[in-house]
Structure formats: C-alpha cells, structure tokens
C-alpha cells in the first residue's frame, strides 16, 4: 500500500493515531497497515465500551440514591466527559440531589 494512501486513509478515518510510528519508505504491507487501522478501530471501542459502562452505571447509582432523575440531567450524563464523570464517581457518596451532580458535571 502506498505510504501517502494509508496516511490519507488515517485522516479520513480519524486515525491519525495510527501513522505515529509508521515506517520508513514509499510502501506499507498492506497486512500491517489493515492491522493498524483495525487495531484503532479495537482501542477506540474499547475506550467507548468503557466510558457507556460508566455513565449507566453511575446513572443506576443516582437513580438509587436520588430516585428518579430528569431528563435533563441523563441528558447531562450523556454529555459529561470521562474526566466529569471520574469526578462524580469519586463524590457519589456526597450528592443529595441533582444540583450537586450538575455542579460537578459542568
């Protein structure tokens, strides 16, 4: 595979992650360079894999802890970042309603 084709491939893709450590010279084995590309596409599942875990498993704890929420804040929860919502995990047994979870998310 040509070297610029598999960097306009990453580009496309979203995968600029992937022509880090490319190799030197006009040509990819194509092998490698569909391995990369899916190895990406693996990490990136993953990553999102965990970050859906977190949000349901922190809107089940709210719903336990607070009852029920509102749409607007599952809409929120959708929104926050990992990093917000690491922060929440962390301050979960401090919340007692939902302006504390806004507070932190935003």
């Given amino acids: 595979m040509n070297r610029d084709n598999f960097i306009y491939a990453a ?3 979203g995968s600029l992650d992937l022509i880090r450590d490319l190799p030197e010279g006009d040509e ?5 360079g569909m391995e ?3 190895e990406g596409f693996r990490n990136e599942g993953r990553s999102e ?25 599952e809409l929120q929860l959708t929104n926050a ?3 917000k919502l690491n922060i929440l995990t962390r301050n979960i047994f401090n919340i007692t309603n939902e302006e504390d979870v806004l507070k932190i998310i935003n």
Wanted: with cysteine.
């Fill in 36 to 38: 990369r590309m899916a």
């Fill in 28 to 32: 990819i084995d194509m092998c490698e």
């Fill in 81 to 83: 970042t990992l990093e």
């Fill in 11 to 13: 580009i496309i893709t």
């Fill in 49 to 73: 894999g965990k970050l859906e875990e977190k949000r349901s498993t922190l809107k089940e704890q709210l719903e336990i802890k607070l009852g029920t929420i509102s749409n607007n804040l």
